[in-house]
């Protein structure tokens, strides 16, 4: 059944557990897009892909030093992925992702148990029930565990499957309320000029309205909107979009911040 709603997915867990290299073998997309991950072979900001046309998977840091960004990839997420890498088990950022997670209120989520193939099946066995204690008394207690390779193709499919059924369980968002969203990426683009993107928490915004960024009470108009890497005339509450503001730079913005509409303005 095709979904109504954009469905969010949330990709966490400690650093090089292989969070980034599951997201490309599912989508095809490397979400290191900045240099410095690139040179660090670290995840720094959140990055983003499309599973389909309706579910969109945020990859977000592992690395201690990056969980603000974390936090903010993690606003507004339907179903959270905590990828533990099999050979190392359950580690320091992986607990303190799962927190975050659970302090932000997620309701659906499972465990992806990466690198299976470095390691013996006992072994296997062991983190599993590890990963159980993490989990017990929580909204993924006993949860489902799915067993993958990023690298060697195993375990995808089921991956894929899981998250797709996971995504037709959550109840469509209704429509109603202010416009809000989190910012979470800030940016230029030449001819453009700047846009900011997030996942809608509540009303909708369409091209041509004002919006107030707060806390700083700046106002700027809706140029463009995209979700899914379309032109779109609207963005509704659960979407991921990315929103071309005029008269505002993108050094005035900064992630965390919300944007709101202002009004129902709109220039004929």
């Known amino acids: 059944m095709p979904l109504k709603n954009q469905i969010v997915v949330g990709m966490s ?67 959270a ?32 148990l990466n690198k299976i193939d470095l390691v013996e099946p ?34 995808l499919d089921d991956l894929k499957n899981h998250i797709v059924k996971v995504s037709n369980k959550i109840p469509p968002k209704k429509e109603s309320g202010l416009f809000r969203m989190h910012i979470d990426r800030a940016f230029s683009k030449t ?18 309205e004002m919006v107030e960024i707060l806390p700083t009470g700046t106002q700027a108009k809706v140029r463009n909107i995209q979700t899914h890497g379309s032109d779109v005339n609207k963005a509704i509450v659960g979407e991921r979009a990315a929103i071309n503001l005029n008269n505002i730079s993108s050094s005035d913005l900064s992630r965390g911040y919300h944007l709101s509409i202002v009004n129902s303005y709109k220039e004929v």
């Open 122 to 155: 006992d072994w296997i066995e062991l983190v599993i029930k590890d990963i159980e204690d993490l989990t017990k008394g929580s909204f993924m207690s006993k949860p489902k565990v799915i067993q993958t390779s990023a690298i060697n193709n195993i375990g």
């Open 81 to 112: 992925i905590l990828v533990i890498a099999a050979d190392d088990g359950v580690m320091p950022q992986t607990r303190e992702h799962f927190e975050i997670i659970k302090l932000l209120n997620v309701k659906h989520g499972f465990i992806v």
């Open 191 to 208: 001819g453009f000029g700047t846009i900011v993107t997030g996942t809608v928490s509540s009303g909708s915004l369409s091209v041509g």
């Open 13 to 79: 867990g400690h650093i090089d557990h292989g969070k980034t290299a599951l997201v490309k073998a599912l989508t095809g997309k490397d979400t290191d897009i900045l240099d410095q991950e690139k040179a660090r072979g670290m995840t720094i900001d959140i990055g983003f892909a499309f599973l389909n046309s309706k579910i969109t998977i945020i990859d977000v840091p592992g690395h201690e030093k990056f969980v603000k960004n974390m936090m903010s990839g993690c606003s507004g997420i339907d179903i």
